[in-house]
């Protein structure tokens, strides 16, 4: 854990039961790596269930970035992907795996001041789930997560070709989660839109999008004095790591710390 005279400019909060710890810690390590930037990270989710702790462990720093969704299982659960009712044969006493969340206000409300006073946020991959048990996470981010199909390929288009975050930034094929959110601030600047070429659609959890073949995938946007982007796309490192949205992410990170 980093302390007084250790914190390192930016910290991620990452891994959940869908994702992986060690595929994000991978991306990370050489995303910050190529940027020349000290990074630490934590799953221990634990450690930003209050206000205050969360004030503490952002004291000194300039970014957070958060890669994991805002549910736990405090009774465990088989498997990642156990959802078949005959692995819980196995076992006299399976977990529930009933969820909870691990998102508070007082969170939210200290990372809102952290990036009210210039700090960064970088949003990624499913963490608008977050939004979905904090109204102030959510004002902070501008958007909520609303489901998604599974992993299939589709079309990531750039919006806003002239931002600095997009610079060098053409549009790709990925094969991921295209992530279908609701995307509350017109006021943000659309980065990046997604495009199922094949027509494929989608009903969002909600129904807010219904049968829909395209959806926002990343925006930039102010909070006070600091800055937030927030982007869907990562649900595993082939798509991480196409080149363009591996230049996406290197700008991101640029911008966020007031390097372009």
Not at 7 to 19: E, Q
Not at 177 to 198: A, I, M, T
Not at 224 to 241: E, F, K, P, Q, Y
Request: glycine content about 10%; some cysteine.
């Amino acid at each position: 854990m980093w302390g007084p005279g250790t914190t390192p400019p930016v910290v991620a909060l990452i891994g959940d039961r869908y994702h992986n710890v060690d595929y994000i810690r991978v991306h990370f390590d050489r995303l910050f790596a190529a940027l020349g930037t000290a990074y630490c990270y934590t799953a221990n989710y634990e450690w930003f269930a209050a206000e205050e702790p969360t004030r503490q462990l952002l004291a000194g720093t300039k970014l957070l970035c958060i890669f994991r969704d805002g549910l736990i299982f405090p009774d465990g659960y088989v498997g990642p992907d156990a959802y078949s009712h005959y692995r819980t044969e196995l076992m006299d006493c399976p977990p529930r795996g009933e969820s909870g969340t691990w998102v508070t206000e007082g969170f939210a409300r200290a990372v809102g001041s952290f990036v009210r006073a210039g700090g960064a946020l970088f949003s990624c991959h499913n963490s608008l789930s977050v939004s979905l048990y904090s109204s102030t996470y959510r004002g902070l981010t501008g958007g909520a997560y609303d489901g998604h199909p599974p992993e299939r390929p589709w079309k990531v288009e750039v919006v806003a070709g002239d931002h600095p975050v997009t610079d060098g930034v053409d549009d790709f094929m990925v094969t991921d989660e295209q992530h279908f959110v609701v995307h509350d601030s017109q006021d943000d600047v659309l980065l990046l839109r997604g495009r199922n070429l094949d027509g494929l659609s989608f009903t969002s959890d909600s129904g807010t999008t219904v049968k829909g073949t395209v959806s926002d995938v990343a925006w930039a946007r102010e909070f006070g004095l600091g800055r937030v982007v927030v982007s869907t796309i990562g649900h595993n490192l082939d798509a991480l790591w196409k080149p363009d949205y591996w230049r996406f992410q290197q700008n991101a990170v640029r911008w966020l710390l007031r390097q372009s």
